[in-house]
């Protein structure tokens, strides 16, 4: 899995926002945020998924370009509140690339399966065949965005998951981005 592109916006707005419901005035998100901001945000983000107490993290945009497998992206798209912009076309791209050699699969694919499909682009394979012939281990870029909320439920559900492009994922989420611990915390100690 590769990430790039990783960025964040909102994060001051975000977390001066978070403290509307209680508010008797505004104030102007240029200030800055002050220490009663960064504790209110890191109690509120600390709350369980679901009872919309964090809400204030899905102003908190991510984007990012992602690369990988068929698979993974599979999982990635039952996830509501994460869209792929644009990404690669396996129908209109695929037999270019595995022609040419620029189709990347993940390392764990059988060696013999990539040179079966590659063979069969070289022959002339219609599109459908090489569509369902290739193994779910091809590897496709997408652009994505999302925001700190979806990052909360996937890192949760996804940081100990079998397959190791979802722990990639929620280390690079983790390691990548500020403030990260408004994510990755959850009702910890």
Avoid at 115 to 139: D, F, W
Wanted: aromatic share 8%.
């Amino acid at each position: 899995m590769i990430i790039t592109d990783l960025l964040a916006f909102g994060l001051t707005w975000a977390q001066i926002a978070s403290g509307l419901p209680m508010a008797t005035d505004t104030r102007d998100p240029l200030e800055g945020i002050n220490e009663n901001d960064k504790r209110r945000a890191m109690r509120l983000a600390d709350t369980n998924i679901g009872t919309g107490h964090d809400n204030f993290l899905c102003g908190i945009t991510v984007h990012m370009t992602i690369t990988a497998t068929v698979k993974w992206w599979q999982q990635f798209q039952r996830y509501h509140f994460a869209d792929i912009v644009s990404s690669q076309s396996t129908m209109h791209k695929l037999p270019d690339m595995l022609k040419n050699g620029t189709a990347r699969f993940h390392a764990d694919v059988d060696e013999r399966i990539i040179n079966i499909v590659k063979r069969m682009a070289l022959e002339g394979a219609s599109l459908e065949q090489l569509a369902y012939s290739c193994p779910m281990g091809l590897e496709i870029t997408a652009a994505v965005t999302t925001n700190y909320r979806q990052l909360k439920t996937i890192y949760q559900q996804r940081k100990n998951h079998k397959l190791d492009e979802w722990k990639s994922f929620c280390q690079i989420m983790a390691d990548g981005l500020p403030c990260s611990y408004l994510f990755t915390k959850v009702n910890e100690p």
